[in-house]
Every structure is written in structure tokens, then in C-alpha cells.
């Protein structure tokens, strides 16, 4: 079996497996109702909040835009602090349905600075929406989103965060931070498959969503709350990635959320140690790098995209490359969700025997 080492999908555990080849279920009986219910309990300690969270079919960039469309009226200035591939993506879609955004865009490898955010709000205050990435996936970079939340609440501003790669894995308080509107995504590290975003949204966050002007049906949060105090979701949810994350969720709860953070941590630092004693550069700064994910930069000669082919031919061990600009200059592995520190040896004694055959000459 392969050692799928990506930022998501990850693996999944056995529990998880086993029990999402369970029959179909009516998605509008009591059944479900219970199930959904349980869940979202479950998921509200996981979020550290008593925000309405809901489960929208979709994949992560689909929560992206219910965050966006929910909340903003064309017109509306929003700042977008981006560091990478999926900042940019948050930006174009609240340009896409009209709003006027200004960029604090943040060289990637590079975390944002709180103070460049407070400049960014000082000089136009008719701002009213920021939107962050807490964890940059395709960088392997986390903001300091617990500094960066308490300079957009000194402005008393709307703080729509994308989540999709640190909600479970890495801690965010969602209420302490004071998250308006928080989104993640199934695959990452929920331990489940592709197929949800799951999202909070805070009292200031539906006063966002009663004044926003940009039309939405699907994602329609007002449509989600009321199914849901019928113990529905409005469309035909992903019934068996739902039966997936009851299982995930009671694993990671038994697990405890410090323990959890702890594993991430630990794991993310023998990587780090791991790369840097063959040689390797790490691409992220490394005061922010990330816990779910590492970049590794094409040093001494290095061929990332042939390290890559050779490391899932030879080695069956599944990494991703670089994004956008960063193809061909950075490898990424995944260490997010169902990940052990057997897991991360092997990645490690692998790309130790093939780093010669990808033309790498330092170390
Ligand atoms: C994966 C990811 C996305 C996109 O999610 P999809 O499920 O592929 O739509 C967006 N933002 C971040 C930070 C991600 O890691």
C-alpha cells in the first residue's frame, strides 16, 4: 500500500473505512437526524465553539464561497491577506461575486505580520470583511491568526477564515479568536474522504449574512440553519463521509484535543529535524512553518518533480509538488490526520536512498 503523504486526502483509519460501507439511510428520517446531531456536538468541541456549525456538501473551496457569499454585498471593500496558492484563491472568489479587495499579499514562505494587517485597516476604514488562511497548504506556512484576529477585532471587522488545513490538526479556538465565519474541509484532517466543508458562523457572522446582497441558493447558510432545527440539511448531504466523521470525531475526541496538537507538533518537528539532517532546505520560514504540512526547497541540485516520480515509483510513498510559481522549486509532504511517527520513518529512509538518483549533491 502506498504511503500517501499529501496534504490531503490522507489516509484513512480502519474505523472510518468499515464504517462508511454501512446501507444508505433516509437523509430526511430520524436516523440521520441523530447521527447529524451527534456530529455537530462532537465537531462544535474540535471548533472550540458555541457558534451554529454546519456540514455543507461540497468540497473545501465550496465552503470558501459560502463564506464569501454569505456575508458580502458587491461593492464591499474586503481585505485579503494572502500568502500563497489558496489566499489567492479566497481573494478571487470574493472579487469573482464583487466585492472590492484590496491585496496584503505576503511572499510566499513567508508568514503574514499582524502590524502589515494593522497598516492595511488604518489606511482605508471603509473596510468591513478581512479574510486569513490560517494554515497556506501550498507553502507550509501557519499565521499567527490568534495576533492577526486581534487586530481586525481592535477595528471591530468581520473575519472570515479558511481553516481547510489546520481545523483538527492545529489549535484554533474559534471563540476565543473570535472566528466570525471558520471553514474547513473533510480530507484534510478529519481522517474522513473528500466531501464536506464544515463551517461556523458567529452572531456577527449572520448579521453579515442578513445584510449580504450577493444572491446564493445552494450555499444559503439561512437555508442550512433552517433544516437543520429539522435535523436536515437542505440538499442531499454526503451520507457516508457523515457516518465517516462520527466515527473520526469520537477517535479524536478520545485522543484529546491537546494530544492531537501535541501528535501534529511532534510529527511536523521530525520532519523538519529529518529534512534538515539529510541536507535539505526547508522552503517555509521556520518560526511559522506549519504542522500538517512541510515544503522542502530544490537546494544542491535537487529535481523536485523527479524526486517525486522516483519517490511513488520506487518507493510508493505519495508526495505533492509545488503550486502555481512554486512548480518544479518546492516538494511538499502532508503530515495531517491519520499520521504516525512510523509513518513519517519511512518517508524519511525513503528520500534518504533516492535524494542521489534526483540529482541531489548536497547532505
Ligand atoms: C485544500 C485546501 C483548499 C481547497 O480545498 P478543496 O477541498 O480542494 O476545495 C483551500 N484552502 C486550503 C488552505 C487548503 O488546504
Given at each position: 500500500?502506498?504511503?500517501?503523504?499529501?496534504?490531503?486526502?490522507?489516509?484513512?483509519?480502519?474505523?472510518?473505512?468499515?464504517?462508511?460501507?454501512?446501507?444508505?439511510?433516509?437523509?430526511r428520517g430520524p436516523e440521520f437526524k441523530q447521527i447529524?446531531?451527534?456530529?455537530?456536538?462532537?465537531?462544535?468541541?474540535?471548533?472550540?465553539?458555541?457558534?451554529?456549525?454546519?456540514?455543507?456538501?461540497?468540497?473545501?473551496?465550496?465552503?470558501?464561497?459560502?463564506?464569501?457569499?454569505?456575508?458580502?454585498?458587491?461593492?464591499?471593500?474586503?481585505?485579503?491577506?494572502?500568502?500563497?496558492?489558496?489566499?489567492?484563491?479566497?481573494?478571487?472568489?470574493?472579487?469573482?461575486?464583487?466585492?472590492?479587495?484590496?491585496?496584503?499579499?505576503?511572499?510566499?514562505?513567508?508568514?503574514?505580520?499582524?502590524?502589515?494587517?494593522?497598516?492595511?485597516?488604518?489606511?482605508?476604514?471603509?473596510?468591513?470583511?478581512?479574510?486569513?488562511?490560517?494554515?497556506?497548504?501550498?507553502?507550509?506556512?501557519?499565521?499567527?491568526?490568534?495576533?492577526i484576529s486581534a487586530v481586525v477585532k481592535e477595528f471591530?471587522?468581520?473575519?472570515?477564515?479558511?481553516?481547510?488545513?489546520?481545523?483538527?490538526?492545529?489549535?484554533?479556538?474559534?471563540?476565543?479568536?473570535?472566528?466570525?465565519?471558520?471553514?474547513?474541509?473533510?480530507?484534510?484532517?478529519?481522517?474522513?474522504?473528500?466531501?464536506?466543508?464544515?463551517?461556523?458562523?458567529?452572531?456577527?457572522?449572520?448579521?453579515?449574512?442578513?445584510?449580504?446582497?450577493?444572491?446564493?441558493?445552494?450555499?444559503?447558510?439561512?437555508?442550512?440553519?433552517?433544516?437543520?432545527?429539522?435535523?436536515?440539511?437542505?440538499?442531499?448531504?454526503?451520507?457516508?463521509?457523515?457516518?465517516?466523521?462520527?466515527?473520526?470525531?469520537?477517535?479524536?475526541?478520545?485522543?484529546?484535543?491537546?494530544?492531537?496538537?501535541?501528535?501534529?507538533?511532534?510529527?511536523?518537528?521530525?520532519?523538519?529535524?529529518?529534512?534538515?539532517?539529510?541536507?535539505?532546505?526547508?522552503?517555509?520560514?521556520?518560526?511559522?512553518?506549519?504542522?500538517?504540512?512541510?515544503?522542502?526547497?530544490?537546494?544542491?541540485?535537487?529535481?523536485?518533480?523527479?524526486?517525486?516520480?522516483i519517490m511513488r515509483e520506487q518507493e510508493h510513498v505519495?508526495?505533492?509538488?509545488?503550486?502555481?510559481?512554486?512548480?518544479?522549486?518546492?516538494?511538499?509532504?502532508?503530515?495531517?490526520?491519520?499520521?504516525?511517527?512510523?509513518?513519517?520513518?519511512?518517508?524519511?529512509?525513503?528520500?534518504?536512498?533516492?535524494?542521489?538518483?534526483?540529482?541531489?549533491?548536497?547532505?
Amino acid at each position: 500500500m502506498d504511503n500517501l503523504r499529501i496534504p490531503g486526502p490522507t489516509p484513512l483509519p480502519d474505523e472510518v473505512l468499515k464504517t462508511m460501507s454501512r446501507q444508505m439511510i433516509n437523509h430526511r428520517g430520524p436516523e440521520f437526524k441523530q447521527i447529524q446531531d451527534d456530529v455537530l456536538t462532537d465537531l462544535k468541541k474540535l471548533f472550540m465553539t458555541k457558534n451554529d456549525v454546519f456540514l455543507l456538501t461540497g468540497s473545501g473551496t465550496g465552503g470558501l464561497e459560502a463564506g464569501v457569499v454569505n456575508t458580502m454585498s458587491p461593492g464591499d471593500k474586503v481585505l485579503s491577506v494572502s500568502i500563497g496558492v489558496f489566499g489567492d484563491r479566497f481573494a478571487a472568489i470574493a472579487k469573482h461575486f464583487g466585492a472590492d479587495v484590496t491585496n496584503l499579499n505576503v511572499e510566499w514562505g513567508k508568514a503574514a505580520d499582524p502590524d502589515a494587517v494593522r497598516k492595511a485597516l488604518q489606511a482605508d476604514p471603509r473596510i468591513k470583511t478581512v479574510l486569513v488562511t490560517h494554515n497556506e497548504t501550498s507553502t507550509g506556512v501557519t499565521n499567527d491568526l490568534k495576533a492577526i484576529s486581534a487586530v481586525v477585532k481592535e477595528f471591530d471587522k468581520l473575519l472570515v477564515v479558511d481553516a481547510i488545513s489546520s481545523l483538527g490538526s492545529i489549535e484554533m479556538p474559534v471563540d476565543d479568536w473570535n472566528i466570525d465565519i471558520a471553514i474547513t474541509g473533510s480530507q484534510k484532517g478529519w481522517m474522513v474522504p473528500p466531501g464536506l466543508a464544515m463551517v461556523s458562523v458567529s452572531q456577527r457572522g449572520w448579521q453579515a449574512h442578513a445584510e449580504s446582497k450577493i444572491p446564493s441558493f445552494y450555499w444559503d447558510f439561512g437555508k442550512a440553519k433552517d433544516y437543520l432545527a429539522k435535523g436536515q440539511t437542505p440538499w442531499t448531504p454526503a451520507v457516508n463521509v457523515i457516518y465517516g466523521l462520527e466515527v473520526a470525531l469520537k477517535m479524536m475526541l478520545k485522543e484529546g484535543l491537546p494530544n492531537i496538537f501535541a501528535r501534529h507538533a511532534r510529527i511536523a518537528q521530525s520532519v523538519r529535524d529529518g529534512i534538515k539532517a539529510l541536507g535539505l532546505s526547508l522552503f517555509a520560514e521556520e518560526s511559522h512553518a506549519s504542522n500538517t504540512v512541510s515544503s522542502v526547497a530544490g537546494s544542491n541540485g535537487l529535481d523536485t518533480r523527479k524526486l517525486v516520480k522516483i519517490m511513488r515509483e520506487q518507493e510508493h510513498v505519495v508526495l505533492a509538488g509545488g503550486q502555481r510559481t512554486l512548480d518544479g522549486k518546492i516538494f511538499r509532504i502532508g503530515h495531517l490526520g491519520w499520521v504516525s511517527d512510523d509513518d513519517i520513518k519511512g518517508f524519511l529512509s525513503s528520500l534518504k536512498k533516492v535524494l542521489p538518483q534526483a540529482g541531489f549533491k548536497g547532505g
